[in-house]
């Protein structure tokens, strides 16, 4: 079974802070997508990586970066949280199929 | 327009009935079609690839008109445990061309 990992499930967190959301993939894929979900908005991809130390933006990257330094791991971090970051975070790796971690659902007070 | 668009729904429907959705979308080199399933509060899980011959499995059934382009997905005797929303994912090749629709929404009522 393809396995996605996110490190947490919920988290909140206060404007300002600097926030990390790990995800970790066991398939030995390049491609490493994260996406926020809103209601109305659906899946939106921030960025995305297709081999170590690569990294593209997506639709909307602004008010985030990433770091994929290990071929398993595609971090996405926010480097000063804000209210309308506040959403269900969903790590994907994959080509055709995609594969979803689990999200995390970030509320920022 | 909205490169891949969907109802939102909701659809509901009772125990038993057939349901279908449909999912359109605007760039005619798109490749590849699925249908996702996501439950409340999980993530988006692969249910069926739509191919352009049709795709049968049990009591789903995807369709794709190349055509018209849209893919469509049928749901025949409902059962309480489809309740979810459905998304639509479009495929048009290159990393950054994966298009998910907003999804739609399906209760099935008792």
């Known amino acids: 079974d393809v396995k996605v990992t996110q490190s947490s499930r919920y988290l909140v967190k206060r404007t300002g802070e600097k926030v990390f959301l790990e995800c970790v993939q066991d398939?030995?894929?390049?491609?490493m997508f994260w996406y926020r979900q809103d209601p109305g908005l659906g899946l939106r991809l921030i960025y995305f990586?297709?081999?170590?130390?690569?990294?593209e933006k997506g639709d909307i990257p602004e008010g985030y970066s990433v770091s994929r330094e290990k071929k398993e791991r595609f971090s996405l971090i926010l480097e000063s949280a804000s209210t309308n970051q506040t959403s269900m975070y969903l790590c994907e790796q994959g080509y055709n199929e995609q594969f979803f971690g689990p999200g995390t659902r970030l509320t920022v007070l | 327009r909205k490169e891949v668009e969907q109802d939102p729904g909701p659809f509901n429907v009772p125990e038993g009935a057939t349901v279908a959705f449909n999912c359109t979308y605007s760039n005619s080199a798109s490749q590849s079609f699925f249908w996702y399933r996501q439950d409340c509060r999980k993530e988006p899980k692969l249910l069926m690839s739509v191919y352009s011959s049709g795709n049968e499995d049990g009591r789903f059934t995807a369709q794709l008109n190349r055509a018209s382009q849209y893919i469509s997905l049928l749901i025949r005797d409902s059962k309480l445990s489809d309740s979810a929303t459905y998304l639509c994912v479009v495929y048009s090749g290159g990393y950054q061309k994966v298009t998910f629709g907003t999804g739609t929404k399906l209760q099935v009522i008792p």
């Open positions: 398939m030995d894929h390049e491609n």
């Open positions: 990586s297709y081999d170590v130390k690569m990294k």
